[in-house]
């Protein structure tokens, strides 16, 4: 790794003035950003550790009330947490889906959501690819078998690797960013940026802002939701396919619903088609079946990842069932 | 294009607020003990350790080490080369295989993907504090009993571990067992006979 400065804020307040040096970027658990510095794809001067601020670290509220997280939570604090055992247990299971027991006991929440691509070819500093100011995406020609199948015509055809932003989304919940002067609050499936939109960066922070909070809101009525993802291995791995969903049940009918893919696009997505699909009906076996299919009615897979289209299918499905309560297998 | 222009106004504005601001130096100290080459970032409590690093006092398996670590040292790097540690092993340096596996205050965590700096003043336990002289840990010694190794390289790992899994849950199931190694590689294949050590031991603290 280069040499770095170390700064060490004890406050949120604190995190701004140290950020204002150049070169500086922002070290939560770590697993990032020490990975990104050892590969040669950055090149800090100084990292500012949020890690050691303990007012970022908490999961306040309840069901009723809304739930408010600290993005310094570690993943396996949000897995075993008891307020995210209920409606909002996606987001738990999106989180103990992530990674190692390791990671996960090191890896925060604003850091997933703000990690950097995963791409092979992003990662590997021989390649100048797009998203480091070069004029070739490597994966569109290249290998692809893992990459996007929706959003992929735009010159960077990565997924974004945040998993637990496929939950929040399903759940939908919002971001509070703030910076010295200003705080604001967006939705997290507002918070990632396209290649479309931009092709440098991921989400919308500036240089000086920070994730000071997320915030799920209040469950609505009979709300479940569930999350799933499909992996090479059984053990850990990064996602093939994955899928968050929530609903309002009633009896076995579906109201509200919301989709979210992860591993399918350069952001992680809401299938508008899967949930106007899975909207006012009573949730089956086919029901869920016809709902992988309408998501991936406008799929666009690439040279080597039409099986992700079909993989999709199946996990929609069955993370529609297991939402429900339904054997996916019976 | 809008958001470019913001960034380049903000670059300018950084920078003036740098050379109006200066460089102050303070002496608060950060880790545990004494401090080397601190300075203050600005104004005033955003300290700054510099790249040459500060003194630390580590906590490994009891014993106490006081050693001048540089922000980028991992701690997988302070045990083996700074401490002599050389228990711990890396092998994949990036947090995917569990090789480098240790307990900081009770938790497992990469040792190659933590800086040594953040675990200073913290508990840290490696396999070396695992045996008692010539006695090995009962966990070990189910590691021996049950051929739960071949090449060995993943087994410090693979124990701290499992150590750690037990710390928390003296009766794990064996779908926990799984979980908890399910961060640990093993090429030679011994996860059955992981699963029977470890199951083994928990059956043991029962009795």
Known sequence: ?330 | MEEKKNLSQKEISRRSFLKGAGIASVGAVIATTASVDIKADTKNDSDVIGKNGISCEFDVNGKKYAQKVPPRTTLAELLREDLNLTGTKVVCDRGACGACTVIVDGKSVCSCMTLAIDSAGKKIETIEGLANGDELHPLQEAFVNHDALQCGFCTPGMVMSCKNLLDHNAQPTLPEVRKAVSGNLCRCGTYPHVFKAVMDVSGKKGE
């Not at chain 1, 987001?91 to 990674?99: P, R």
């Not at chain 1, 499936?189 to 092709?199: C, G, I, K, Y």
């Not at chain 1, 960066?201 to 997320?214: D, S, Y």
């Open chain 1, 1 to 330: 790794m280069n040499s770095f400065e170390y700064a060490m804020p004890k406050r949120t307040a604190d995190v701004f003035r140290a950020l204002e040096s150049s070169d500086s970027i922002i070290k939560a658990g770590g697993i990032d950003v020490l990975d990104l510095i050892k590969e040669g794809i950055a090149h800090p001067q100084r990292l500012v550790n949020i890690n050691s601020i303990d007012e970022l670290k908490y999961i306040e509220g309840n069901q009723t009330t809304g739930v408010k997280i600290g993005p310094g939570t570690t993943l396996a604090e949000l897995a075993s947490s008891e307020v995210l055992s209920g409606s909002y247990r996606a987001l738990a299971q999106a989180a103990g889906s992530t990674a190692t027991p390791q990671i996960r006991n090191s890896a925060t929440l604003g850091g997933s959501l703000c990690q950097r691509p995963r791409c092979w070819y992003f990662r590997n500093k021989d390649y100048h690819c797009t998203r480091k100011g070069g004029f070739t995406c490597f994966a569109v020609n290249g290998e692809n078998e893992n990459h996007a199948i929706f959003e992929n015509d735009f010159g960077c055809v990565m997924v974004h690797p945040s998993t637990t932003a496929v939950a929040l989304i399903a759940l939908g919940a919002k971001l509070t960013i703030a910076s010295a002067k200003s705080s604001r609050e967006i939705l997290v499936e507002d918070f990632f940026v396209t290649p479309r939109e931009n092709m440098h960066r991921e989400n919308i922070l500036e240089q000086g802002e920070i994730i000071t909070a997320i915030h799920l809101p209040p469950a609505a009525k009979n709300m479940v939701s569930y999350y799933y993802k499909q992996k090479a291995k059984q053990s850990f791995d990064w996602p093939i396919a994955e899928v968050a969903v929530s609903m309002q049940l009633d009896g076995k009918k579906c109201q509200n619903p919301r989709v979210a893919l992860g591993a399918a696009a350069p952001v992680p997505m809401r299938s508008k088609e899967a949930e106007s699909a899975l909207n006012n009906q009573e949730v089956t076996i086919d029901i869920a079946a016809s709902v992988g299919k309408e998501a991936m009615k406008k799929a666009t897979p690439l040279s080597q990842n039409k099986y992700k289209v079909h993989i999709f299918q199946a996990v929609i499905k069955r993370t529609v069932c297991w939402a429900s309560d339904i054997d996916p297998f019976a």
